[in-house]
């Protein structure tokens, strides 16, 4: 059974960094993209990052490109988010998700992921 496990949310004020990590068990990084997605109040969860599996290719929202850094720990099993440059607009409850053989090439939608965390709070005060 493949598991997810998020941790590293808090509070943070603009222009900060938080490292979000996201711990699993039950997959082999080889044969799954990894995504991390993020939902605000009131809105639609929405996706932030993507890293294959394949071939370690990473993609990015336009709003967060340049500011979020996706990357991998294969000894850990272990796939982290580098947010740097945190913005107001960043607050949501940050979920990563796996999805199996998936070759993204982009940010593949929410309904393409089987597996997910429960999610962290992130929080940027202005």
């Known amino acids: 059974e493949v598991q997810l496990v998020e941790s590293g949310g808090g509070l943070v004020q603009a222009g900060g960094s938080l490292r979000l990590s996201c711990a699993t068990s039950?997959?082999?990084?080889?044969?799954?993209?990894i995504g991390w997605f993020r939902q605000a109040p009131g809105k639609e969860r929405e996706g932030v990052s993507c890293?294959?599996?394949?071939?370690?290719?990473?993609y990015y929202a336009g709003s967060v490109k340049g500011r979020f850094t996706v990357s991998t720990d294969n000894a850990k099993n272990t796939v982290y988010l580098q947010m740097n440059s945190l913005k107001p607009e960043d607050t949501a409850v940050y979920s990563c998700?796996?999805?199996?053989?998936?070759?993204?090439?982009?940010?593949?939608?929410?309904?393409?992921?089987?597996?997910w965390g429960e999610g962290t709070q992130v929080t940027v005060s202005s």
């Open positions: 998700a796996a999805s199996y053989n998936l070759d993204p090439r982009g940010l593949p939608g929410e309904l393409y992921y089987r597996s």
């Open positions: 039950g997959l082999t990084f080889d044969d799954y993209a």
């Open positions: 890293i294959s599996g394949r071939d370690g290719m990473t």
